[in-house]
């Protein structure tokens, strides 16, 4: 702690991002700040101990590393991509695997517009990201009926076009082409096309309805009532769409609006986007916290994440919360009356419907695993639901690495954190029930020594043998009859108990069995797992030993520092040489 307060006293005290590093040099979390130096220092004042959570961070930080940047919303932009990247355990992770639906005008003669997933900027004009494809062919369908675009991917050069390369199709003849393949159409009356198309995908539907409008009144006072007609008809169409989607005041324009509904341990953040009183974009993003964020802190860092995706390049930011950090040239509104106070209102009744549906599943999820322990309960006879059930399996291939494992399964899940490794101590040779003696002995005799609670269900993957085995050590321990403890042997699914000569036999379809069977595996694979690196890394020690003038700890060094076989065939001399010095890096290059 002492170096570690010393390295806090030399950062600087610029804006920028700072990552903290554990004993196996894991990064585990990135911060932003105003002042590198100031906010770091925090972490390590009286006042931290006010959160569990960032007191178990500081307790895990061993190195500390900065990027200097020229403003905070830099730092901001910089933090994201190294949470990216890296994924730490303490910080929030605003993921998002999905690809938004673009709508494309195509570089190329008589351009085509179409619908895809693919943001390729050369390729065309990019209109979006749609928030879901109905909402993205909804607009296209609008286009289309609008305008007489063409559908075809024919390559409609001046040469082939002259040499009457091609010919009109089915949508010609039902006019939703006007024939540009025959060179029926002229190219500037089709890009004139193509520029309302614009309009509308760029949600300028006012200047779309004004120029239909003139365009109507112009042929009225022609007389040419039949195409006055058709053009009113385009008008209608962008009218029912229009109606369709207008929210409030149809002058706000070019807004994006973000709202966040927080609590406990998760936060809801809603975004959308505002075109001439249209909604063009929605969506809701779940995040989990991780150290007690502050609403503004969660929002900030949505707000860029969710405009970068989303290619927003609106200049004005509606919210229900102040947003700490952003870009230059952007303004942060957190209106309290009118039109703009409906968009917040609308925008937090989404975040709320999604806080609602995520509580539904969790608590649905939650319900379900209860049923399942229930039905465990009444299959097996337990006195009380087993919440918690450990259970024991051994590994090991003729006696060699003998390794033991202990997994626990919490509510019907597996809590990962309290699965345990077992080295066998006191027993040599390939026995099994000697070994399941060791470890369920050392298992409980530590937790009545930490003063823990005993688990509700004990398993052993095995029959009765292991299972005497198990009893043996609960004796010992004078703990036996205390804690309910059974066996499940693999061949038939049997579960025996302690001085019962007949097994139980629970039905194949039973939930119950499937979670018992569920955890023996899981059991199983942990051990294995365990025995496979401890064989792998005994086999290669033993090799490194063979060489003359390397013993069991420049061994121990070498596995330490390279972690594998390969890293150390492809380190070089003078990296070798640095660890176990350059006579013993030299005979084992040999």
């Known amino acids: 702690m002492d170096d570690i307060k010393d390295a806090v006293s030399r950062l600087p005290e610029s804006p920028g991002v700072y990552r903290f590093y554990n004993a196996e040099d894991v990064l585990i979390y990135v911060g932003k700040a105003k002042s590198i130096k100031k906010r770091v220092s925090s972490y390590f004042s009286k006042s931290t101990g006010v959160n569990r959570k960032t007191l178990r961070l500081v307790s895990e930080i061993r190195r500390i590393d900065y990027t200097v940047s020229n403003s ?58 749609y928030s879901s494809v109905s909402a993205m062919k909804n607009v296209l369908e609008l286009v289309r009926k609008l305008y ?57 539907l006012s200047t779309v309805y004004n120029h239909l409008t003139n365009q109507m009144k112009t042929f009225a006072g022609n007389l040419e009532f039949e195409r006055a007609q058709a053009i009113k008809e385009k008008i209608d169409t962008l009218e029912r769409f229009q109606s369709k989607s207008l929210v409030v005041n149809r002058d706000l324009t070019d807004i994006d609006v973000f709202s966040i509904a927080s609590i406990e341990n998760y936060a809801y953040v809603n975004y959308l986007q505002i075109k001439e009183g249209s909604i063009v974009f929605s969506k809701t993003v779940e995040l989990k916290k991780k150290l007690d964020e502050p609403d503004e802190e969660l929002l900030s860092l949505a707000v860029a994440e969710l405009r970068e995706q989303t290619n927003s390049t609106n200049e004005t930011i509606l919210s229900n919360v102040e947003i700490t950090v952003l870009e230059d040239g952007i303004e942060n509104v957190v209106p309290k009356i009118g039109d703009k106070k409906k968009l917040i209102f609308l925008s937090l009744k989404n975040a709320l419907e999604l806080k609602k549906e995520k509580e539904i599943l969790r608590e649905g999820k939650k319900t379900k695993q209860q049923e399942v322990l229930i039905i465990l309960q009444k299959d097996m006879k ?62 409980y005799k530590r937790i009545l020594e930490e003063g823990q609670a005993l688990p509700d269900l004990i398993m052993v993957d095995g029959g009765k043998g292991q ?39 629970i039905s194949k379809k039973s939930p119950g069995l499937l979670l018992l069977q569920q955890i023996r595996d899981e059991a199983h694979r942990f051990a294995i797992t365990f025995h496979r690196q401890k064989r792998s890394k005994k086999h290669f020690s033993s090799a490194l030993e063979g060489i003359e003038g390397i013993g069991h700890k420049t061994a121990e060094k070498l596995l330490k520092h390279f972690k594998s076989v390969k890293k150390i065939k492809e380190a070089s001399l003078e990296e070798i040489a640095a660890i176990i010095g350059q006579k013993k890096a030299e005979a084992m290059k040999r």
């Open 148 to 204: 007489t675009i063409r559908t075809c991917s024919l390559l409609l050069s001046e040469q082939n076009v002259a040499q009457k390369k091609f010919k009109v199709c089915l949508e010609f003849h039902i006019g939703n082409c006007k024939g540009p393949c025959e060179g029926l159409q002229a190219e500037d009356a089709y890009m004139d096309e193509i520029g309302q198309a614009r309009y509308i995908l760029k949600g300028n």
């Open 72 to 129: 905070e919303f830099d730092a901001l932009l910089l933090e994201n991509n190294f949470i990216k990247q890296n994924q730490p355990k303490y910080n929030i992770l605003l993921k998002d695997d999905k690809t938004f639906p673009y709508i494309c005008v195509l570089k190329e003669r008589y351009p085509r517009i179409i619908y895809t997933r693919k943001y390729l900027p050369e390729q065309g004009e990019y209109f979006g990201p």
């Open 382 to 443: 337990l006195p009380t639901l087993p919440t918690v059930i450990e259970c024991f399996d051994n590994s090991n291939l003729g006696g060699t690495s003998p390794v033991a494992s202990m997994v626990r399964f919490v509510d019907g899940k597996a809590d990962r954190k309290g699965y345990r490794h077992f080295n066998i101590k006191t027993v040599e040779g390939p026995d099994d029930f000697a070994s399941m003696k060791e470890i369920v002995g050392r298992r």
């Open 467 to 505: 299972l005497s085995s198990a009893c043996e050590a609960l004796k010992e321990l004078n703990i036996y009859g205390k804690v309910p403890i059974a066996g499940i042997a693999k061949r038939l699914e049997e579960i025996y108990y302690p001085e019962d000569p007949f097994p139980l036999l």
